[in-house]
């Protein structure tokens, strides 16, 4: 923290005699280490403060600037220790700059009244005609933002927590804006009302009005050329490039939007992508992206969604306006040129081909193909589970995990096999054994939802589903009982049930996902209920509380399996014997060999003569293969193939150890 003093006669009168005026001198002071002679054609008025200016700058191609202000004029600004500023065209006003920035050649850099930086402004987002508005600040969740849009059915709960917000974005408000520590601000126009934090890079920006960029010394945040910006938030990792357009949008930590990406009324949550495209009131949830020119995201809820090239979505059909809205669950993709007529709800982990225009909802039966045909809806449930692109998904979500701030604002969870997802998967089979029996065995079609299912996918559907649910229960249950160094030492029946107890009541009902955070229902209704009564007073306590969650998964996980082992087993685990803990572990075994091998042969598809076409330039067929092989890799030694295999080989022998555990049970 530097102490001030006033200037001396002599420091004045260098001053001037470098160009240098003031309103009045008396209002500038300055701190120890300033040295006048790298103070030059600088006009004063208001409340200044001047660092030392005893530092040298090492930019780009080897060229040095020692830390000076030159060429600008200064209103109400506080200046740190070793910052050069030079060619500010227009003027600074109503700042504090931080220690070691360099800012060059700006129009205009200025807080005009009171401002609160882009926190409190209202997203009107899913609906775009309003009613779902989130307010936006800069340590808003994917989380509650999913319950501020979603549960308009609790308004009380939704006043109070906008009362919460409301109190914190009165916090930030002040007539001065704030430039951290080390921050570049270079060939940029205009920054007006915006809070920039440290380790900032603004290079070449066209305009910034409104906004936080949140950024930190571990995890600076980049603004590139041509960018405007207007009402936002950017969170800390973020990097914003190349022509970006964004208005009233929040983009939340480790995001990167480029090549000319325009958005408006938007969340983007945690590692969310965007280039070439648009979006409009778009719920974009943690890993959500989009790559293409031709793909508009618009009035939907997606996380950890891939947009194929040319995706598109309706909200309104010219009656009452843009008033719909629609969901892709979790890990749902689309192909190139898809469409979905909203209001509809895709199941997760679902894939989405061609155009869909009959509304249907598939939440129910997650991990399935929807495809178009003849203008009709086909749905193949559960064919996803086997896709080697699923399974690629869920191992890279979590490397692709860019945040490097260490107070993380989103709460995720990676699991593939959940009790969100598992819960679904058996009200799918409910619904898919009911469609057999109401229809009957031989039927060629069976309709769900204004979506057709043909007699092979309806059969195929009900064992990948029995499939699926074995390996997760399997999973929870053999990592019940292991012990925490991953051993097998149970002495008797007494001992595995004991194992067996929950830790806790909570997570045996029903669970949600909310936007990244998997978690028992009853504790997203405890917290609404705490908040309504003022129990949870703070958005620190709304955090804290996202996060307790988010630790207790596994422990909660394990409440629903043993709950729902008498469902899928006829198993009472309060009794169960080393017979049926045999009977698990051999089901599960059999379904994550099964399905692995599944994975195996879908990989393989990519490496067959169809996968090489376009190979082997002027070739014969030999010269095709291996050109493929030079550029591809054969399929035995392909490390994703080889990691199935691995995959294979573990499991057994875990399968075998857990086995042979349980039968010395006594």
Known sequence: MNTYRQLAESEIAALKAAGCSAEDWAKVQVAEGFDPSYIQNVQFSGEIL??????????????????CIKNCSLHNVTVGNGCYINGIHNYIANYA???????ENVGIIAVDGESTFGNGVQVSVLNETGGREVTIFDKLTSHQAYMSALYRHRPEFIAKLDQLVATYVESVKSCVGTIGSNVMIVNTQAILNVKIGDGATVMGTSRLKNGTIA???EAPVKIGHGVVCEDFIVCSGSTVEDGAMMSRCFIGQACKFGHGYSASDSLFFCNCQGENGEACAVFAGPF??????????????????????GSNQSNHMYKLGPIHQGTLERGAKTASDSYILWPSKVGAFSLVMGRHVSHSDTSNLPFSYLIESKNTTYLVPGVNLRSVGTIRDAQKWPKRDGRKDSEKLDCINYNLLSPFTIQKMMKGLEILQSLRQASGELSDIYSYHSAKITNSALRKGIDFYKIAIDKFMGNSFISRIQDKDGNFSISSEEELRSRLKPDSPIGSGEWVDISGLITPKSEIEDLMKNVESGNVSTLEQVNAAFAKMYENYYSYEWTWAFQHLQEVYGINPSKLTKEDADNIIERWRSAVIGLDKMVYDDARKEFNLASMTGYGADGDREQKQLDFENVRGDFESNSFVNAVLKHIEVKSDLGDRAKEAVSRCL
């Open 97 to 103: 700059i931080g220690d070691d920035c360099y800012i």
């Open 215 to 217: 950024s930190k010394a």
């Open 50 to 67: 001047l660092g030392s200016t005893d530092k040298v700058f090492s930019l780009t191609g080897g060229v040095k600037r020692h830390a």
């Open 288 to 309: 959500t992206v989009t790559h293409h020119k031709s793909t508009l995201l618009i009035a939907g809820m997606f996380s950890f969604m891939n947009a194929g090239s």
